[in-house]
């Protein structure tokens, strides 16, 4: 992964748990291959992962989060 604090569908539950920690806001962005936003992923979400005895980060997190453009 290039990206130090961005996941992608493939990334460990483990490594996404340190990353959220590094992080410190709460979430991070999925992303596909060529950088396209999949979802975000939230400390909520891996409390209910966790409650739920799944590790696969690509089962866990918000497919449809709320986004903005940014218009220059």
Known sequence: MTHKLVLT???DLKEA???LDKNGNGFLPI????GKL???LTDGD???AIIKNET???KI????PIVASVQE
């Open 9 to 11: 569908q493939d990334t």
């Open 17 to 19: 748990v340190l990353l």
């Open 31 to 34: 992303i596909d291959a060529s």
């Open 38 to 40: 999949l979802g975000i």
């Open 46 to 48: 891996i409390r209910r």
């Open 56 to 58: 696969n980060v690509d």
């Open 61 to 64: 997190y918000n497919k449809n």
